[in-house]
């Protein structure tokens, strides 16, 4: 092509660009004047045309949002935003995006500009759910999360198609995670499952990411596990295909399902029936006690431990102590069921430890202990005579496991007889006592404890006037209170936040009470605003509290710089409502 015609070419494409709407405004206009200019055009004839292509629209919308919110407020501004937010989204094309972006590997200074703003990113995840495969909203999304703004992205969808954006979400819930304690983790674990568990590839790249974590880490990464399980549990429950979490689990242990793989097979047919059966529990045993007996490497058992296969073997072989139609029908095979428990419960992930067979036979000595003397549904007498082998079970894991399923159906049998048989005032019943041992002995069983808890607090037993039952509840709350003493208290305080229109006022400030006397402050946030709202709610309970009692709340609400703090203190009485003398009686 001759220069004159590529400087005509050059003209033409400027002249056009130059008569487009509002040009003048364009970012790319000055190049386009450059370029024309170069090519040897009239500058008269650029003023011409951007002035007659000129309409001043980003003027007026200027124009208009000053005078819309000196008439309106500022709030007016919001009600502006929405229909430009939404005008933006219909008219925005994919193609001619990802064109330009490509063009240079770079975002657009506007966009730039967008993510500096909630209601302008708010946007761009709006395009991005509808167009998730653009790229250039691919970038603008990973330039959100390098901005410090991943977790607005942990409920895209569009998030986790993105390679890049999607392991920096990873690693920023899994950033979370870490210095969270037990009571908070399945808040935490929530942001997780909502970012990993939206698509197969997501879900198999995460369980990857921690396996090879936890391989490399080796027995120091057992919190991992937890993960891993919290995650297979959510897509076994609530995913429309449950097999992939089992089929993914057992690939990333290097199983396969549906070949001559016997381990595989019969951990798939546990896990998808909630039923330990007689030749899968026999094929498990048959691998993992030929491999200790010839002294060869094991497979690794963590999945062995899984929940998902140790309570259906646990409620195959002590079932029979709370569930009356659990009769134990594999006594020949009871050998194999108590030998598979005690091998998960011993073995580790690290292949080069084998189980020691001393400690294995102890332990099968101890369940079979179990089995014959815990009694079904004792009266009192009868559960006096085993406390103290109860005791000494519950520092083994597995068996406090299953003296708390025991415990569980002892206390509820019936509509709760225990409690209409043997709780008379405020003596603690022997089976809390005992629970909260368990908390103890085993701080991984808390949340378990507290259900159990739960269900006596939320009892209503049968012949007990409201008097009565109220009492019983206090009993409870002590027992509660424990575990509070214990680091789980969040939980605990969800529970009765949830619970308190359903609960006698005189109940919740005995409960506040019991949870403020263990804490001094300075109080965190994250503590100190659902007990303000529990507050709030038992005003009128919290009146009627003893003035030992009383004064443990106002020290609490005198200790927190807090607009609400200080208006329920002016709530409270300034005077004790009963005499000190009758309190102290």
Known sequence: MADADRNRAAQEESMSEFSKLDAIMEPTTEAFINQYLDAGGVPLHVMNSLVQSYEGLAAMANTLDRDIRNAYGSTSRAAMLGPISRKIVESFDPEKADEE?????????YI???IEHQVWRATIYRLSEQHPRSEMLGAALQKIADNGFQAELTSLNSASLHTHVFYSLLVECLEKIVPVTDETLNERLRDLIGTVCRSEQTYFMAQYVLAHVRQKLGPQAIGLRRIEEELETYMLE??????????MRLLLDGRVVGGDDAVANALVSIIQSSYAAPGDVKALYNHYHGALASGQPAPLAHMLRSERIMMPIVVQTFGHLWEATLKSEQTKLMDVYLWLLAYATLSVDDQSETVDQAQLNQLVAKMKDMREMLPVRPIQTTLNQVIRQVIEWIHVPVLARVVLLWLRDVISYDNFTFYDTYFHSSEV???LLLLEEIAFRQPLLKPLVFDAYKESFESKVPGFIAEKQIRLQKVVINRIAVLVQLDYVLPILHYFDSQAEYIDQSV???????????FEPPYPEDFYQPILQLIERAVGGIKTLKEKELVVVEAFLGGIDDDKARSLGRLLPSEPTQPLSANLR
């Open 429 to 431: 019943p022997i089976p």
């Open 238 to 247: 609530k995913y429309d295909r449950p097999q992939l979490a089992v089929h």
């Open 112 to 114: 730039l500009e967008m």
């Open 508 to 518: 919740l400030a005995y409960f506040i009470f019991r949870t403020l006397a263990q």
């Open 101 to 109: 972006f490509s063009k240079t590997q770079e975002l657009p200074g």
